[in-house]
C-alpha cells in the first residue's frame, strides 16, 4: 500500500435475512456511514442462520416463533422491535409473516449481488448491501416468503440483476457449499448471535448498536489503518 492509496475500511457484517435485529443492525449501519463522510467502507455481507436446521421447505411462522419462544412469548418481542423500528422508518408488519423460511437461497441471492457493479451502465444494478435492504423489506415489511424462488427473482429484478439468470442459478446447486462454509466458519469464530460486525478482521461490534457506537468502534479502526499505512511509507 502506498500513500496514494485511497485507505478503506474492511467490515463484514455476519447477519440472517429473517433476523429482525439484523434489519435494525442494517438501518444502524447505514446512520453510522452518515455520520463519517470521510471514512471509505467496503461492507461485505456474511451467511449466518438462525435455525440451520430448518426444513428446506420452512414451516408455518406461528409454529416456529412458539416452539422457539413459547405460547404467546413473542407478543413482547414484536411491540420491542415495532418501537425500535418507528425510530428507524421499518415498518414491521408480523402479522403479514406467515412462513418461517430456510435462508439458504436468500444468502446465495445476497453473494451472487456481490458481484453486480454500480456505475458500470444506464442500466440500474446491485450489490449486497441494496439485496439485504431490499430482502429484509420484502420479509418484515411485506412479509414475502424467502423460500420461494418467484420472490427471490422478483427481488432480484427489482434491482435490475437478470431474472433468468438469478433463477437457473436457484435450480441449481450453484454456491450451496460456498454459503454453507461461511456459515461454518461463523460459528466456528464463537458468533452465536447476530449482527455482528467484523471490523478488519480484527475487532468485533455484537449486536444492533446505535450508529454513535458504530462510528465510534470504525472511526478508531480507520484511523489506526491509516498510521499503519503512513508507517509502511516511511
Known sequence: MTENDPVKLNVDVVSDIVCPWCYVGKRQLDKA??????????IRWRPYQLN???PEVGMDRADY????FGKGASEGFYRKLETVGEELDI???FQSIRFAPNTLDAHRLIHWASYEKKGKSDKKTTNQSDMVARLFEVYFEQGGNLGEKEVLVDAAKSLGMDGQLVSDLLDGNRDIKAVEDQ?????????????CFIIENKYAVMGAQSPEVLAENFKKAYEEK????KSDTK
Open 33 to 42: 456511514i452518515d455520520l463519517l463522510p470521510d471514512v471509505k467502507l467496503d
Open 52 to 54: 440451520p436446521q430448518m
Open 65 to 68: 416463533m412458539e416452539s422457539k
Open 91 to 93: 415498518n414491521f408488519d
Open 183 to 195: 456459515v461454518a466458519i461463523a460459528g466456528k469464530m464463537g458468533i452465536s448471535g447476530v449482527p
Open 226 to 229: 491509516l498510521d499503519d499505512q
